[in-house]
């Protein structure tokens, strides 16, 4: 296990900016995920971190030690690639063994460590054979094996299971944790795939652009998105995404959706007249009866059912797309009119300016400030 | 394959025949022509019928050839020690100056690297009899006319930029993250070099050592100009069979024979290298 510091970290390609003045903190056997877009710059901070690329400005501290000079051999860290990078002229064995060749090992302790690893990853029964004649899910054992088997104490994980079948990568996102905890290292982890971030991460840092935008645990990143842009990269279906324009009530704030009211728990006249976007997650919204107090009415467009919900877009009396999430096997319409409950807890507001969330708590605040 | 019909078996089969005849008829007819002697070459109609003989060949093993004006000494055995000489050092040298700065040129961009790849390039551009008369001046100025030194020197316009820029592309075509991965599991730049870089690359290396070699083997004009008689290649020496007494056909064709078997080996075992060479694509990733 070891800390790992980035400050101020630039790698510029040309003209062009991949990471732009980057800080991060990650803590002793934290398993931190870097989640965002292809482009966002991701993988080349971790070879940055893994020493093949160097930044143009900036510091990386491994275990609170300047690694900014040293070589990726003396960095002692592990990785694995998201196109595996196996030694193609060479066994599983000695792929997986090349990680312990450098350190001069004795032959029976390779043997030993790679064994052993083998084992964790099943992969025991095919370490004779070359690259080629490994199947993908085999393939990306044997480089997860090499990255782990030198015990790093910190593991780069460049989005692993990207180029593995579904099946599989469904399987791997279940025995990772187990594995990488067993390892005890401090483990990033890059992938593109909001649930493997959420499955995996102690904390999950939302990169964008060469920036980080948003660093936090996943229920933070999930229940209070710091921007439109995060907001609707996690979730499954997408996050309902409205335009609207608070109004002044008699308790607070309020928007319309289908000319009925809903509150804005928390928001006060400040936001009245705003150009805002209202977020509101389709599993936080359910189907109720028209008599309910706050009932919106909508048409029933079409259902899609998967696996363990059921998805249902319907259209508001504007014509607006709300999807709307339930248990597989809940009973639902399935056209016609309907009407919806939002739960208004937990709905976000962002500014439709900058896209940045508005929190009830830091208005209220700055409300109170500016009375007293 | 297995979907082709008996036809167009048959007429692939004559297809690859003509082809095959058409490239291997010279050679053939040189091959019968090195056990014949100058009457049976010469005779009209010719024939593929002749009782063969062997005096070509011991003609110029022993150096001694006889002519209707009487015997003549030849080098040739000593011109074919010298293509070997030459070529195989050239390639060595130009192997171990080159593989190097073509792993620099693929992994390194660094100012003006384009530039000098270019230049190296541009070598081969230029005529060498444009640079031939320059040449035989300062070699005579440095001493280096008519030496070994002097000539696989000249030989490295022929060999370096042909193998900088094949092998260069087969470096290139190594994924960088394979040879990352070897850095980050504790390897130094040099041993990754070794141990990852140039067998991946291995199938390119050779298949442009040989380009190489059949090159500097056929070279004749630096040769012709920059040496004298015992420093010689077969492919200047073989203008000794032109004598004052008429062509001697069958010395030559027997010449010809042994002076293509080095290369025509070579070839036939590099084929395995050059074949893995072209399927490498097949295993990346």
Partial sequence: ?372 | METMSPLERLLRGIALTLVVVFFMFPIVWIFLMSFQTNETILRIPPSVVFTPTLDNYAALITGKLQTAAGTLDIAFMRNLGNSVFLSVVSVAVALLLGVPAAYAFARHKFKGSEDIAFTLLSFRFAPPLLVLLPLTQYFQWLGLSNTYFGLIWVYQLICLPLILWIVRGYFEDISADVEYAYRIAGHSWFATFRKIALPLAGPGIAAAGLLAFIFAWNNFVFALVLASADKQPVTVGALAFVTASGIQYGQIAAAIVLSITPTLALALYAQRYLVEGLSLGAVKG
């Fill in chain 1, 1 to 372: 296990m070891t800390t790992l510091q980035l400050k101020n970290i630039v790698k510029r390609y040309k003209s062009q900016t991949v990471l732009d003045d980057l800080s991060l903190d990650v803590a002793d056997g934290e398993r931190l995920v870097l989640f965002g877009p292809s482009g966002a710059g991701k993988t080349v901070l971790l070879r940055l971190v893994a020493g093949v690329v160097d930044p143009d400005e900036g510091q990386v501290l491994i275990g609170g030690a300047d690694m900014t000079d040293v070589d990726a051999e003396y960095r002692g860290v592990g990785m694995a690639f998201q196109n595996f990078a196996l030694f193609p002229h060479m066994s599983a064995f000695d792929n997986i063994a090349s990680a312990l060749t450098a350190r001069r090992s004795s032959k029976e302790a390779i043997a030993a460590g790679v064994g052993k690893v083998a084992k964790l990853l099943k992969i025991d029964h095919v370490l004779t054979h070359h690259p080629k004649a490994l199947s993908n899910g085999q393939k990306q054992r044997t480089a997860l094996a090499r990255a782990l088997v030198g015990s790093p104490p910190l593991l780069l994980l460049d989005d692993p299971l990207r180029n593995v079948d579904a099946k599989l990568r469904f399987e791997m996102r279940l025995e990772l944790p187990r594995l990488l905890a067993a390892q005890g290292a401090t483990v990033i982890y890059v992938t593109q795939d909001y649930k493997e971030a959420m499955a995996l991460g102690d904390r999950i840092a939302v990169m964008f652009e060469g920036r980080i935008r948003q660093i936090g645990t996943p229920a933070d990143i999930y229940n209070t998105p710091a921007e439109i842009e995060i907001a609707r990269l996690f979730g499954d279906p997408t996050i309902n995404l409205l335009d609207v324009v608070p109004q002044r009530g008699p308790d607070g704030a309020f928007v319309e959706l289908s000319g009925v009211r809903l509150r804005l728990p928390g928001f006060g006249p400040e936001i009245v007249g705003k150009a805002c976007v209202l977020g509101i997650r389709p599993e936080s919204i359910a189907f109720t009866d028209a008599s309910a107090p706050g009932a919106i009415p909508v048409t029933v467009e079409a259902e899609t059912p998967l696996n363990e919900k059921t998805v249902t877009l319907t259209l508001t009396a504007r014509r607006r797309e709300i999807l709307v999430s339930r248990p597989a096997g809940t009973p639902g319409p399935q056209t016609g009119p309907a009407h919806l409950a939002v739960n208004s807890r937990a709905t976000l507001l962002f500014d439709k300016e900058n896209g940045r969330l508005m929190r009830p708590s830091e208005l209220a605040s700055k409300r109170n400030g500016e009375a007293a």
